[in-house]
């Protein structure tokens, strides 16, 4: 073949390297040879779905060779019960992943500026760079978003700035004073996207809600997902919460029927449970207890977290321990692709999961 396809791509996209999620347990035991794996890499709910939801699947499959309702009536109905929201400020996808392109899509053009803080989620990047527009990545402090360092990134070609309260992969927060102040500092033609994938993990009183900041800022979009703590990361379902305006945009630019019908019901259904929700933080808070004190015992440092994982410091290149790790059958997620190689990023998963990862990792360690 002459003709070079890869150059027919738009500049952005060819310059883009797909984002590498977490190969599957099953391929794994099948390349080791070896069973029983334990995934603590995606940041997964270790109790597997609500009850409820399960059941909301299941009645749902009667249904499976019809279109879903595009406009998502039911679970945004749900959502306005649940957060107090209104229909008019909301926009379904296929996970907050969807809903980010959404936003980059509806409001860069190429050249615009996109602010991001240094170890902030992969996706900003992916999702600026397809639009063609120039990522302005912001220094951290102490892995976490510096916010004067990213009011002073703003200038009059900035269209959005991300923000991923808690952060992932790092875990780290930042407290509603000082969140306010930095919202009140951004000029209104600038779209500040405030991503809350983990929050319903924290339990600090001085955390934000983004929700309950809406009313105060036109220009502010905020993020949920259901794959965290709401248990359904396969089912692909999350939303964005608006201005009528901002939601508006959105979706002229979203595809009709993005949310598949048993994603809608699932969600709906998982909104109402709130004991499923309960259970699935408590765990969390435990979990992530229990691990600091066996990484501590370990000699490791790690960076203090408030979501659903932890981020372990090595203090050497972590890939080997990554891949002694997966011999062992515990799947961790290394994080060289965010700059970050000495570091480990651990899921928190079940009792005996967290206790299996600890001690395959002192084996690791002492050899």
Wanted: net charge negative.
């Amino acid at each position: 073949m002459s003709c070079d396809l890869k150059a027919l791509a738009t500049r952005g996209v060819q310059g883009l390297h797909p984002y590498e999620a977490g190969k599957p347990v099953e391929e794994l035991e099948r390349e080791l040879g070896i069973s029983n794996i334990i995934k603590l890499a995606s940041n997964e709910n270790p109790l597997g779905p609500s009850a409820k939801a399960i059941e909301a699947v299941e009645a749902a499959m009667s249904e499976a060779a019809r279109y879903p309702d595009s406009s998502g009536f039911r679970l945004k109905q749900a959502l306005r019960r649940h957060y107090g929201l209104e229909q008019e400020q909301l926009t379904l996808g296929n996970g907050s992943n969807d809903v980010l392109e959404l936003i980059a899509r509806a409001f860069l053009n190429p050249d615009d500026e996109v602010v991001f803080s240094e170890y902030a989620f992969a996706v900003y990047p992916i999702v600026t760079q397809a639009c063609g527009a120039k990522a302005v990545v912001a220094p951290a402090h102490e892995y976490g978003h510096n916010l004067q360092a990213m009011a002073e990134a703003i200038t009059e070609r900035t269209r959005l700035i991300f923000i991923a309260n808690p952060n992932n992969p790092t875990g780290t927060a930042l407290q509603r004073d000082e969140l306010v102040a930095f919202l009140d500092a951004v000029p209104e033609s600038v779209i500040v996207v405030l991503d809350e994938a983990y929050t319903e993990y924290v339990t600090d009183t001085d955390f934000p809600d983004g929700l309950e900041l809406l009313p105060n800022y036109a220009n502010l979009v905020v993020t949920r997902t259901f794959s965290k703590a709401w248990g359904v990361a396969g089912l692909r379902v999350g939303f964005a919460a608006a201005c009528a305006d901002i939601t508006d945009l959105l979706n002229r630019v979203r595809q009709p029927f993005n949310v598949s019908l048993l994603a809608l019901a699932a969600a709906e259904a998982v909104l109402d449970d709130t004991d499923y929700l309960q259970k699935s933080v408590a765990l969390n808070t435990s979990g992530l207890k229990y691990l600091e004190q066996g990484l501590t015992a370990l000699g490791l440092g790690f960076i203090p977290s408030y979501g659903n994982f932890i981020t372990v410091d090595m203090a050497r290149p972590a890939l080997p321990i990554f891949e002694a790790l997966l011999r062992e059958g515990v799947i961790v997620r290394p994080l060289g692709g965010y700059q970050m190689p000495d570091h480990l990023r651990v899921s928190i998963g079940l009792p005996e999961e967290n206790e299996r990862f600890l001690r395959a990792l002192k084996q690791v360690l002492a050899c």
